[in-house]
């Protein structure tokens, strides 16, 4: 299945490290090089926070209570739009099944990867996050939490999408079929991330909600990569 | 001994068997669900609270429980299909996929018609019948990641890895929905603190559990025998069809 790799233990570890970092760092040198492709995700983010009140009420009180519901649904949205991002172009041009064929631990460029998409889609949300938060008359310390929600929740949502971005690599329909697999697993995601802005809205404490996500966050970046590297190979077969 | 059961992993000795255990079990699905309505709607008694409307458990319930208990037996079969490779194991985790979608509508469908007579409301955002709706979009996901690959053993792998990574969520999503819904209101009317159930409702419910649970089985048999055929079409223990004979 796999190509050669170091033999004794410790040069599998520097291996795996060392796998990691050089996709981490190639992945986030192309992604410098397409910054528009960027642009449209953190843009598309923008406007769909914009339309929600458009398509309810001006009014501020409702706004209050839908806006952490809308800001993490678009979140989920903007993740799910670059998910193709991840792996389609390397594995149209053959790159993946170079790295396939690596003596590095597949699932190790698969956390780079994932990292790096994290970095160039994910962080911009959340950044962008706390401003978009305004016109939804989320006050401060609200917005902090929020903020603190999607630091955590994000990179979960591109650990999760990873895998069904990998299942769906030269799969008819890969972009309607993607929304399909993946949305329903971001489900405890959005519960714990919009909740704990329900939550401190609410005068109680928010710790649990952010202790859920840090454990899922722990869960998914030990377990997601070895999924979708193992999906990844399915398609490369 | 162990031997005899690893030849029930070939498609090409399971096939008969499986042919011939389908109607044994559709036999017994339809007895059963016989007994059990009879029980159910004529025999028990009208519910104190709930009236004649009540009465839909029998159908619910059963379809409930098997909405979830045949997504664990598909996972089941796509671990055994992921860790040794075994095309059958894939074959009946497909051939479940649509059983399970059809308990999880089944279920929905009749909790509705159950939910407004009773609660005012076909939907309430209830913890239970929400996480039955999202286990119901993962059986479509399943189902329509299967359709979208052509080659049948590449589904077969993806589909096992789609399976299980859904049933690591599955009960990580019922827990967050129940908080989810804990955090804003409590249900208005709790299955759990219902008054205890008269005998002959709980014998009505238990017939139309294991009527259920035959009906899946025979159903998903079936089902596996027609993939057989279908992915087999090529093989030598399969008799050519006198239908295509000269098609080449």
Same mark, same amino acid.
């Given at each position: 299945?796999?190509?050669?790799?170091?033999?004794?233990?410790?040069?599998?570890?520097?291996?795996?490290?060392?796998?990691?970092?050089?996709?981490?760092?190639?992945?986030?040198?192309?992604?410098?090089?397409?910054?528009?492709?960027?642009?449209?995700?953190?843009?598309?983010?923008?406007?769909?926070?914009?339309?929600?009140?458009?398509?309810?009420?001006?009014?501020?009180?409702?706004?209050?209570?839908?806006?952490?519901?809308?800001?993490?649904?678009?979140?989920?949205?903007?993740?799910?739009?670059?998910?193709?991002?991840?792996?389609?172009?390397?594995?149209?041009?053959?790159?993946?099944?170079?790295?396939?064929?690596?003596?590095?631990?597949?699932?190790?460029?698969?956390?780079?990867?994932?990292?790096?998409?994290?970095?160039?889609?994910?962080?911009?949300?959340?950044?962008?996050?706390?401003?978009?938060?305004?016109?939804?008359?989320?006050?401060?310390?609200?917005?902090?939490?929020?903020?603190?929600?999607?630091?955590?929740?994000?990179?979960?949502?591109?650990?999760?999408?990873?895998?069904?971005?990998?299942?769906?690599?030269?799969?008819?329909?890969?972009?309607?079929?993607?929304?399909?697999?993946?949305?329903?697993?971001?489900?405890?995601?959005?519960?714990?991330?919009?909740?704990?802005?329900?939550?401190?809205?609410?005068?109680?404490?928010?710790?649990?909600?952010?202790?859920?996500?840090?454990?899922?966050?722990?869960?998914?970046?030990?377990?997601?990569?070895?999924?979708?590297?193992?999906?990844?190979?399915?398609?490369?077969? | 001994?162990?031997?005899?059961?690893?030849?029930?992993?070939?498609?090409?000795?399971?096939?008969?068997?499986?042919?011939?255990?389908?109607?044994?079990?559709?036999?017994?699905?339809?007895?059963?669900?016989?007994?059990?309505?009879?029980?159910?709607?004529?025999?028990?008694?009208?519910?104190? +609270?709930?009236?004649?409307?009540?009465?839909?458990?029998?159908?619910?319930?059963? +379809?409930?429980?098997?909405?979830?208990?045949?997504?664990?037996?598909?996972?089941?079969?796509?671990?055994?299909?992921?860790?040794?490779?075994?095309?059958?194991?894939?074959?009946?985790?497909?051939?479940?996929?649509?059983?399970?979608?059809?308990?999880?509508?089944?279920?929905?469908?009749?909790?509705?018609?159950?939910?407004?007579?009773?609660?005012?409301?076909?939907?309430?955002?209830?913890?239970?019948?929400?996480?039955?709706?999202?286990?119901?979009?993962?059986?479509?996901?399943?189902?329509?990641?299967?359709?979208?690959?052509?080659?049948?053993?590449?589904?077969?792998?993806?589909?096992?890895?789609?399976?299980?990574?859904?049933?690591?969520?599955?009960?990580?999503?019922?827990?967050?929905?129940?908080?989810?819904?804990?955090?804003?209101?409590?249900?208005?009317?709790?299955? +759990?603190?219902?008054?205890?159930?008269?005998?002959?409702?709980?014998?009505?419910?238990?017939?139309?559990?294991?009527?259920?649970?035959?009906?899946?089985?025979?159903?998903?048999?079936?089902?596996?025998?027609?993939?057989?055929?279908?992915?087999?079409?090529?093989?030598?223990?399969?008799?050519?069809?006198?239908?295509?004979?000269?098609?080449?």
């Amino acid at each position: 299945m796999s190509g050669a790799r170091p033999q004794d233990a410790d040069g599998e570890r520097d291996g795996a490290l060392a796998g990691l970092a050089w996709a981490l760092a190639r992945d986030l040198r192309i992604a410098l090089r397409t910054r528009s492709e960027l642009a449209v995700i953190v843009a598309f983010y923008a406007v769909v926070v914009t339309l929600f009140p458009l398509a309810t009420t001006p009014d501020r009180n409702t706004l209050l209570t839908l806006g952490p519901g809308v800001l993490w649904v678009s979140a989920l949205l903007a993740s799910l739009l670059s998910l193709p991002r991840l792996f389609a172009a390397d594995f149209a041009d053959g790159t993946l099944e170079q790295m396939a064929l690596s003596p590095w631990p597949l699932p190790a460029i698969v956390s780079g990867k994932i990292a790096a998409h994290w970095l160039t889609t994910g962080l911009p949300v959340v950044l962008l996050a706390p401003l978009a938060a305004l016109p939804y008359g989320l006050d401060g310390d609200a917005i902090g939490v929020l903020g603190a929600s999607l630091a955590l929740g994000t990179p979960i949502l591109s650990l999760l999408g990873a895998i069904g971005a990998a299942l769906t690599l030269g799969v008819r329909g890969a972009g309607g079929l993607l929304a399909l697999l993946v949305l329903p697993l971001y489900v405890p995601v959005l519960i714990f991330g919009a909740g704990a802005v329900d939550a401190f809205r609410a005068g109680l404490g928010v710790d649990a909600n952010l202790s859920l996500l840090g454990a899922g966050l722990i869960a998914a970046a030990v377990g997601a990569p070895f999924a979708a590297a193992a999906a990844v190979r399915i398609a490369l077969d | 001994m162990a031997n005899s059961w690893y030849r029930y992993a070939s498609p090409a000795s399971f096939h008969p068997v499986a042919l011939r255990l389908a109607p044994v079990f559709a036999l017994a699905a339809a007895i059963l669900a016989i007994a059990g309505l009879y029980v159910g709607f004529v025999v028990a008694p009208t519910d104190a +609270t709930q009236g004649e409307a009540y009465r839909i458990i029998y159908v619910h319930v059963p +379809t409930a429980w098997m909405a979830m208990f045949v997504y664990l037996v598909m996972a089941f079969w796509s671990a055994l299909a992921l860790g040794f490779n075994t095309r059958l194991s894939a074959m009946m985790a497909q051939a479940l996929a649509p059983t399970g979608a059809i308990m999880a509508a089944l279920a929905l469908w009749t909790g509705a018609f159950w939910g407004r007579p009773t609660w005012g409301t076909y939907w309430a955002w209830d913890a239970r019948m929400t996480s039955t709706l999202i286990l119901l979009f993962l059986y479509f996901g399943v189902m329509a990641l299967r359709g979208a690959i052509d080659d049948p053993r590449r589904a077969d792998r993806a589909c096992a890895i789609l399976t299980l990574v859904g049933a690591v969520n599955v009960p990580i999503i019922y827990f967050s929905v129940r908080w989810w819904n804990t955090l804003h209101q409590g249900a208005s009317v709790s299955l +759990t603190a219902a008054p205890t159930m008269a005998k002959t409702m709980l014998a009505g419910m238990l017939l139309m559990t294991f009527a259920a649970w035959a009906w899946c089985i025979a159903a998903a048999l079936w089902r596996v025998c027609a993939i057989v055929v279908e992915r087999e079409r090529g093989a030598s223990w399969l008799a050519p069809d006198p239908a295509l004979k000269g098609v080449t």
